[in-house]
Nanobody
Framework: QAQLVESGGGLVQPGGSLRLSCAASGSIFSIGSMGWYRQAPGKQRELVAT???????NYADSVKGRFTISRDNAKNTVYLQMNGLKPEDTAVYYCNAELQLRLRRPPSDYWGQGTQVAVSS
């Protein structure tokens, strides 16, 4: 089996920065797109940013110019650098990845357990 493990959340003041990491582990044949989603209290989960295996990126309009997604394919890890954080960025952040565990088997969506990001003075 495989799993995604996130780290890097915490409490930060407005304008501050945080870096989230998410490592995929287990018996993995290949990894497709990876991304970050977030869910604030009382709201639906929303896309923050995604990155393909080739490095193409996509961002929610609300984080463009402030957040940067990147990945290290050798380490099966995706990162989210968050700068200029605002109180409205407060949410649980979830890592997502398309994992193919076996050759000739289709990839499946995997989710991390979530990491809390709180932006407050």
């Amino acid at each position: 089996q495989a799993q995604l493990v996130e780290s890097g959340g915490g409490l930060v003041q407005p304008g501050g920065s945080l870096r989230l990491s998410c490592a995929a582990s287990g018996s993995i044949f290949s990894i497709g797109s990876m991304g970050w989603y977030r869910q604030a209290p009382g709201k639906q989960r929303e896309l923050v940013a995604t990155i393909t295996s080739g490095g193409s990126t996509n961002y929610a309009d609300s984080v463009k110019g402030r957040f940067t997604i990147s990945r290290d394919n050798a380490k099966n890890t995706v990162y989210l650098q968050m700068n200029g954080l605002k109180p409205e960025d407060t949410a649980v952040y979830y890592c997502n990845a398309e994992l193919q565990l076996r050759l000739r088997r289709p990839p499946s969506d995997y989710w991390g357990q979530g990491t809390q990001v709180a932006v407050s003075s």
